[in-house]
Antibody
Framework: QVQMQESGPGLVKPSETLSLTCLVS????????WTWIRQSPGKGLEWIGN???????DYNPSLKSRVTMSVDTSKNQFSLKLSSVSSADTSVYFC???????????WGPGILVAVSS | DIQLTQSPPSLSASVGDRVTIICRAS??????VAWYQQKAGKAPRLLIH???SLQSGVPSRFSGSGSGTDFTLTISNLQPEDIATYYC?????????FGQGTRLE
């Protein structure tokens, strides 16, 4: 059974960089795409981007200029960096496995990140 | 981006009811639709992928159908634990997008 867990600061100051990590257990990162999705309070789901185990990425154009994803297969984890954050980036951030690049079959519980001074 | 519009935004139903949620895409997405259930404070849970394939462990009262631009999620014999918000998602073209959700009360 795949389990995923997000970690990182719960509070980030405006204009700084949000950094999160997702630790995957129960399966290898190999041969899968791994995803970050966010959900603003009381709102819907927004796909941030994917990373393949090789490091190939695909970002949402709406966030592309501020997003960097990376993968560490030795630690079985992948990471998200979102730069120049503002209050609009306050959200619950989820990591998930993107099976066959078609659907998200395993999710972490999510981590609330607030942007505030 | 491909827009997904769900209807209704919310609906009220009773135990034992049959419930249908509609997801309409702004352009054809063939069969690349998935449905998720999200309960308050929890991560979404995959129910159905590829329009009609039931994810392992999901009760058979959930079913999906559709093609092209119009897709439906049906819950037959509604149970109390089905109270949640439901989202559709397309993977036909990047960026992946989600519907705005349907709250089942």
């Amino acid at each position: 059974q795949v389990q995923m867990q997000e970690s990182g600061p719960g509070l980030v100051k405006p204009s700084e960089t949000l950094s999160l990590t997702c630790l995957v257990s129960g399966d290898s990162l190999t041969y899968y795409y791994w995803t970050w999705i966010r959900q603003s309070p009381g709102k819907g789901l927004e796909w941030i981007g994917n990373i393949y185990y090789t490091g190939t990425t695909d970002y949402n154009p709406s966030l592309k200029s501020r997003v960097t994803m990376s993968v560490d297969t030795s630690k079985n984890q992948f990471s998200l960096k979102l730069s120049s954050v503002s209050s609009a980036d306050t959200s619950v951030y989820f990591c998930a496995r993107h099976a066959s690049r078609l659907y998200f079959d395993y999710w972490g519980p999510g981590i609330l990140v607030a942007v505030s001074s | 981006d491909i827009q997904l519009t769900q209807s209704p935004p919310s609906l009220s139903a009773s135990v034992g009811d049959r419930v249908t949620i509609i997801c309409r895409a702004s352009q054809t997405i063939t069969s690349y639709v998935a449905w998720y259930q999200q309960k308050a404070g929890k991560a979404p849970r995959l129910l159905i992928h590829s329009t009609l394939s039931l994810q392992s462990g999901v009760p058979s009262r959930f079913s999906g159908s559709g093609s092209g631009t119009d897709f439906t999620l049906t819950i037959s014999n509604l149970q109390p634990e089905d109270i949640a918000t439901y989202y559709c998602q397309q993977s036909y073209r990047s960026p992946q997008t989600f519907g705005q959700g349907t709250r089942l009360e």
